[in-house]
């Protein structure tokens, strides 16, 4: 890791990919007025005249606070109110005005990340990604169907978060806001002192008026408060601050940090055990189906009772399957219908339709079997109800699997957010730079420009500048390097990382969602979000593979049937009081049946979402689907950092003597020279010669003592 200088704080430690993160231009509070400031060049300008003639023509309108033209550089910066007038008006006003407008920028996009709920299949995903493609204003949509969430690009002066979640909500789909580009710094406070609806109205309109504050939602019912806020501006301590002082004569108020329950891992619990459930209740009806139709009467004379008669040819067999079967069909397969609905409403058609195709051919088959069964004395027919009632528990049963699969991914990404340390050691200086006070605070409550003490063994709590002290820091989560990392004033540290030895106090320059640690996340995020080349073509065969098996099947009949008409095969393969239409319907109702626990879809996105979340949690960072596919082309590996490979801490793996020391006076002699030391090398350098004191002889009454140690950091 280099040495860094004071300048540039606010150079992001990790830059972020083009697909990964959206610039999007930071407005000015001005007051109560949010005003943004806006560049672009102009051609066409021949004198100062021209200049002028453009500023007046853009100051009538309404909303523009400031125009500059530079005859000379050809261009035009104008600061405006976006509440009145867009970018895109003032772009058309020079244009109408008989100029050429040039490098301008892509102004007002917004990013936001939505979580989707329903989506079964690749089909599903790429309806939710078409409905939001079509909602006025997106610019952009990305649809991940293993991580069930959508990254949205969209222009905020067209349209809004409500807008996009109520498309995908008309789509058949849920929809839940995770976070949009104005609100990725949260912070959640629980309020104390609040006895009515006025109090919770005065704190929010004095969050409101606090410069950097994007948006309050305020809890009634649980008496807390959400606030989007910018790191550049304010902070959390700030906000705590402003809710206290908004409290006036008898009421005082009073704010406290909270941590909410991770929504995403509740709901994912929610649906493990939604799908677990699901699963065993069919397996309670199905098992005794599938006993009753393939186990039993195999098992002469323990199965004969269920071909006991009760009217015509109709058995107790039949009849217990076709009771076990409906509850599986209907009840616990609704889920399938209420699918099938969403997705042909779209006019489309996912797995959920040929789920329901498959399984309902099959039970209503079964039960024309049964009907037939009980008007005929020689009817001689197979139903088909374990059939029906096998598939939906298997089909259960991998939505059950993939599920657990998508957690353990969400808990690697979990376990990336909580290497850093839950609290921090504020100090608080004078104009002198002398220390007045010390506080413990949470790692939550760190503002920009704020000053952290780091003690040896401490994690750092954010990214920052070292400003005193010096220390060795173990970066290993980041480098891949078990070699710790000498540090002076001037150099950076890193959210995470750990201090080994000496005492740090450290400017912190990225807060929340800035830090290094946080970009990782936001990277495997958008990798796992992101499609690779082999899902694509997943995709595009997907759209095809429900008409395609709906197509073979009915060929399948046909091809069954005419020739059963036409006497091409012998009446004989025919089964008693059945005809070439009932047979025919049996080979046509298989193809459906087979066909539908498809992996086609899901393999890929699960396999990608899996393969990046394990990764991340080992120390590698995999950028996408795309990496993974071309990984199988890769003929050698050359690593240059060792902690990849190793433990990640030095050891000594041989010592050999030429001298005539014994090894045990050499061990006595190693110990007292490296006992005193902090260093990673001297502690496995007195680990090795304390086994090796051990291994040749006792360990001595007294191990020698050195004096007058000192330690020079980073001398070698």
């Known amino acids: 890791m280099e040495v860094n200088g004071k300048d540039d704080l606010k150079v992001p430690l990790l830059q972020s990919a083009d697909s ?46 400031s125009v500059v033209v530079s005859p000379l550089q050809g261009q035009a910066v104008v600061r405006y ?24 920028p892509e102004q007002d996009i917004a990013v936001c990340r939505l979580r989707i709920k329903g989506m079964a299949c690749t089909s599903c995903s790429e309806s939710a990604e078409r409905a939001l493609s079509m909602v006025d204003g997106v610019k952009k949509a990305v649809v991940g169907l293993a991580l069930e969430e959508a990254k949205v690009h969209f222009d905020p002066n067209i349209t809004n978060t409500d ?4 498309a995908i909500e008309d789509a058949g789909f849920g929809a839940d806001l995770i976070s949009s580009g104005s609100d990725v710094n949260k912070v959640y406070l ?38 989007s806020y910018d790191p550049d501006v304010t902070g959390p301590r700030s906000l705590i601050q402003c809710i206290q002082e908004a409290g006036h004569g008898p009421s005082f108020y009073h704010a406290s940090l909270y941590i909410p329950p991770r929504r995403r891992e509740t709901e994912k619990q929610h649906e493990i055990r939604m799908y677990k459930n699901q699963f065993l209740w069919s397996c309670l009806f199905s098992v005794p189906v599938f006993i009753f139709s393939m186990v039993l009467p195999m098992l002469p004379p323990y199965g004969n009772w269920l071909d006991y008669k009760i009217h015509n040819m109709l058995t107790i067999g039949m009849l217990l399957r076709w009771i076990l079967c409906t509850p599986v069909q209907f009840i616990i397969g609704r889920r399938f219908y209420v699918g099938s609905y969403h ?75 909580d ?24 790692t939550q409550l760190i503002q920009r420009n704020d000053i952290i003490k780091i003690v040896p063994g401490e994690k750092v709590p954010v990214d920052g500048l070292v400003i005193n002290g010096q220390s060795h820091v173990n970066e290993s989560m980041i480098t891949g390097e078990a070699r710790p990392i000498t540090k002076r004033p001037g150099d950076k540290v890193i959210g995470g990382t750990v201090n080994e030895n000496g005492c740090l106090l450290v400017k912190a320059t990225h807060v929340g969602s800035e830090t290094a640690l946080s970009q990782i996340v ?18 595009q065969i997907s759209k095809f593979f429900v008409p395609t098996v709906v197509v073979a099947a009915f060929i399948t009949w046909l091809g069954w049937f005419i020739p059963g008409e036409a006497g091409v095969y012998p009446k004989r393969w025919i089964p008693k009081a059945m005809d070439s239409f009932e047979l025919a319907l049996q080979f046509g109702i298989s193809v459906l049946v087979v066909a539908c626990p498809c992996a086609l879809g899901l393999a890929t996105p699960t396999a990608v979402m899996v393969a990046t979340g394990k990764g991340a949690s080992q120390g590698v960072l995999i950028k996408g689907g795309d990496a993974l596919e071309k990984a199988h082309k890769v003929k050698t590996v050359v690593f240059d950092k060792t902690g990849t490979l190793t433990a990640g801490k030095p050891a000594v793996v041989g010592a050999v003597l030429f001298s005539k020391f014994s090894m045990e006076e050499f061990c006595d002699m190693a110990i007292a020279a490296e006992a005193n030391s902090e260093h990673p090398i001297a502690k496995s350098v007195v680990e090795h010669a304390k086994m090796l004191r051990q291994k040749h002889g006792s360990p001595p009454e007294h191990v020698p003592e050195a004096k007058d140690f000192e330690v020079h950091p980073g001398a070698g």
Do not use: W
């Open 190 to 227: 629980k309020l104390e002192g609040v006895n009515s609806a006025e109090d919770l109205t005065v704190i929010q309109t004095s969050l409101e008026s606090v410069e950097g504050v994007n948006r309050v939602e305020v809890d009634s019912d649980g008496h807390k408060v959400i606030v």
């Open 163 to 166: 807008h996009i979640i109520e």
């Open 419 to 442: 290497l850093a340390p839950d609290t921090a050691c504020l100090l608080t200086l004078d104009v002198d730079g002398n220390v007045i006070s010390e506080m413990k605070i949470s």
């Open 81 to 104: 109110m976006p509440e009145h007038i867009t970018a895109k008006t003032i772009k058309e006003t020079v244009e109408d005005s008989g100029f050429q407008v040039d490098e301008f």
């Open 20 to 65: 990964v993160a959206v610039n999007v231009p930071q407005p000015i509070h001005n007051g109560d007025k949010k005003i943004k400031t806006i560049m672009f060049k102009i051609k066409g300008i021949e004198c100062a005249s021209c200049g002028t003639s453009i500023e007046s023509v853009l100051r009538k309108h309404n909303g523009v606070e």
């Open 522 to 539: 936001q990277l495997v995020e958008a990798a796992q979000l992101a499609r690779a080349p082999v899902q694509k073509l997943a995709d």
């Open 343 to 417: 997705t042909l409403r779209r006019r489309s058609a996912n797995m959920d339709v040929l789920v329901a195709l498959g399984t309902n051919a099959a039970y209503f088959y079964s039960v024309y079997i049964v009907i037939k069964a009980l008007t005929s004395d020689t009817f001689d027919g197979q139903d088909l109800f374990e059939t029906s009632a096998m598939l939906i528990s298997f089909i259960l049963l991998g939505k059950y699997l993939e599920v657990v699969a998508k957690g353990k991914t969400s808990d690697a990404l979990a376990k990336l957010t």
